[in-house]
């Protein structure tokens, strides 16, 4: 079973080392996270700055 990890700059969550949205490192520590399906009515999308559908680490550490 792998780990999951967050991006440092964009918060997705990915098992992945390298982040598939902004191809950055990730981390194993984080906090949280949260769902967005539709970014453009989410209130908590527009403050995270999230424009795409997906799960997402509220803290990374």
């Known amino acids: 079973m792998k780990t999951v990890r967050a ?11 390298i982040c598939p ?7 194993k520590r984080w906090r949280g996270y949260v769902i967005i ?4 009515s989410s209130q908590i999308a527009q403050k995270m700055n999230i424009t795409k559908p997906g799960k997402y680490a509220l803290k990374v550490m």
């Open 7 to 17: 991006c440092k700059t964009c918060h997705v969550l990915t098992e992945s080392d």
């Open 37 to 40: 399906h539709d970014p453009d």
């Open 21 to 27: 949205n902004c191809s950055l490192p990730t981390s």
